[in-house]
Each structure stands twice: as structure tokens, then as C-alpha cells.
């Protein structure tokens, strides 16, 4: 038997987000690792945004690990904060903006995985 594989905060690299620029994403469990779900930590700097978007198949969990930022969930702004977790169902538009002044970051479950 193989031993799952151990994922490190600190010795994985931030890579940019692909369609969100000036985001910044760690991939810590991917579908290798776990079949039914990704998990990444997401870094929003203060005036970073991610842009209304929507996942087809997937929820999205989001735990927000340190920082304050608005959630928009469709046409519905959400102030949300450190401490505080929300799952985005699949087809829902939604969208996230840090006004503060202090970095945000998230912990994000992808259920299943995104490929």
C-alpha cells in the first residue's frame, strides 16, 4: 500500500492565477491525491479581484484562512472574513474583491476536482 502524499504550505511555490491576474494560487491536493476533490490556498492582495466567473460541475468551498473581502454571489454582495467558510454551488456566478488593506487568503475545495 502507498502512503498518501503529504502536502506543505510552505514548500509549495505561488504561482499567478491563469485567468485572474495579480492572483496568486498554491495547488496543495490535486485529483491524484484525492479523486473527489482539489484543494488550493488563493492569496487576493489588497485591491485584487476575482472576476465574476462559474464552475459547471464543481462547488466551490471557500474557508477564508486571514483577511476581509466582499463575495459577490450573483447579483448579492457578502462581506465575508477570517474564520468564516461557504460552499458555492455548482452554476452559481460569483465573484470576490479585497478593499482592505491587508492581504486575503483563502483555503478552496473543488468538489469534484477541477481537471
Avoid: C
Avoid at 19 to 31: C, E, H, Q, W
Avoid at 55 to 67: D, L, N, S, Y
Avoid at 108 to 113: C, L, N, Q, S
Amino acid at each position: 500500500m502507498t502512503l498518501p502524499r503529504l502536502a506543505d504550505l510552505a514548500a509549495e511555490n505561488w504561482q499567478e492565477h491563469a485567468r485572474f491576474s495579480g492572483i496568486y494560487v498554491k495547488g496543495l491536493l490535486t485529483a491524484s491525491d484525492n479523486p473527489f476533490a482539489r484543494v488550493t490556498v488563493i492569496q487576493v492582495p489588497p485591491g485584487g479581484e476575482i472576476g465574476r466567473h462559474r464552475h459547471a460541475q464543481q462547488f466551490e468551498t471557500i474557508w477564508v484562512i486571514m483577511g476581509n473581502a466582499i463575495l459577490t454571489l450573483d447579483q448579492t454582495e457578502v462581506s465575508i472574513r477570517d474564520g468564516q467558510i461557504i460552499a458555492i454551488p455548482s452554476g452559481l456566478e460569483h465573484a470576490l474583491r479585497n478593499e482592505g488593506s491587508d492581504l486575503v487568503e483563502l483555503l478552496t475545495f473543488f468538489t469534484p476536482p477541477l481537471l
